[in-house]
């Protein structure tokens, strides 16, 4: 069976992983994109041989062997990752209404694309849907009887989405106060932890404390209340958890090299446009370690009321 051939631009964010950039590219190649965007964070000061390893990623724009409109974005300073993607992903949706976006350590099936296309055609008029994702992290446990579920939270690991959507975006969550974020959070999840997690993450976001940009765009969806689409089926494999990533260090990590699998043909679509919260659930409750807090949390109670009998 031929490869599918996509009809979306793709825009391929890469840094300094040449191995891995050049996996991703393959498969890229092989869905044959009509305008493939590469945009490329610089080597870090002090670091001499990351600049060896920049420039290795960046020549895969001469693997580029079928018909295609390339543009390049190669930074001469190092931006970091929250501005070098960032910065990407503006100048992408500043010349495409809507894409796919891959960085270097995802590495998608051919269905991911199918999938892509599907659903920015279906839903490029619905404000109520903000993101299509490609990864799955349900362990196997379907969500509904469709190809995919909808979602409140945002996944980055290989997506799709519109301008219309990214024009919201805020490195800096301007808009947004401290004060105010913990009574908004509260009107979505019971659980206080959770509550506690993403208040604490806005405040290290607006004091520069984490040098990301993921969780500013998913703190914004919270916020709208948009709709992410999750397949049913995984449609990435990351392929970056080891010493050299930037926050996937760990090889041993339940998300590394999670495998992909077939995704449905014909793609079937969900009526309802509810977020599956037991689905978000059982995500946030693995990625903030909820349960493992909530016993710490027992255990101290208990060990508290024993000392105070004791007293």
Excluded at 171 to 195: G, H, I, T, Y
Excluded at 208 to 229: H, P, R, S, V
Excluded at 254 to 273: G, K, V
Aim: hydrophobic share 35%; charged share 30%.
């Amino acid at each position: 069976m031929s490869a599918y051939h996509t009809s979306s631009p793709v825009l391929f964010i890469v840094f300094n992983r040449p191995d891995t950039t050049k996996l991703v590219f393959e498969k890229i190649r092989e869905a044959k994109p009509p305008r493939l965007y590469i945009a490329a964070d610089a080597a870090r000061p002090g670091r001499p041989d990351e600049r060896r390893l920049c420039d290795e990623a960046r020549s895969i724009i001469h693997g580029v062997d079928w018909p295609c409109q390339v543009e390049t974005l190669f930074q001469e300073d190092n931006l970091g990752c929250k501005y070098g993607v960032s910065t990407a992903i503006t100048w992408f949706f500043c010349k495409e209404e809507e894409g796919i976006i891959l960085e270097d350590d995802c590495l998608p099936s051919n269905d991911f694309f199918r999938f892509c296309d599907t659903l920015l055609i279906k839903y490029r008029y619905d404000t109520r849907i903000s993101q299509i994702a490609g990864c799955n992290f349900q362990q196997g446990k379907r969500r509904g009887n469709k190809s995919y579920y909808f979602s409140s939270n945002i996944e980055v690991w290989g997506w799709a989405s519109w301008k219309r959507v990214w024009n919201d975006y805020d490195p800096e969550l301007k808009r947004f106060a401290e004060e105010e974020v913990r009574e908004q959070l509260s009107k979505l999840f019971d659980e206080k932890l959770l509550v506690e997690s993403f208040t604490q993450l806005f405040r290290d976001l607006k004091n520069n404390k984490i040098d990301t940009w993921d969780y500013q765009f998913k703190l914004i969806n919270f916020f709208n209340n948009g709709l992410c689409i999750i397949p049913n089926a995984n449609l990435i494999t990351n392929i970056g958890f080891r010493s050299d990533a930037t926050h996937t260090v760990s090889a041993d990590d339940p998300y590394s090299n999670i495998p992909t699998e077939a995704l449905s043909d014909p793609i079937t679509h969900p009526i309802y446009f509810i977020p599956e919260k037991e689905a978000d659930l059982f995500t946030l409750y693995k990625d903030f370690h909820i349960n493992e807090r909530k016993l710490k949390e027992r255990k101290f109670k208990n060990l508290l009321k024993k000392f105070l009998k004791l007293s």
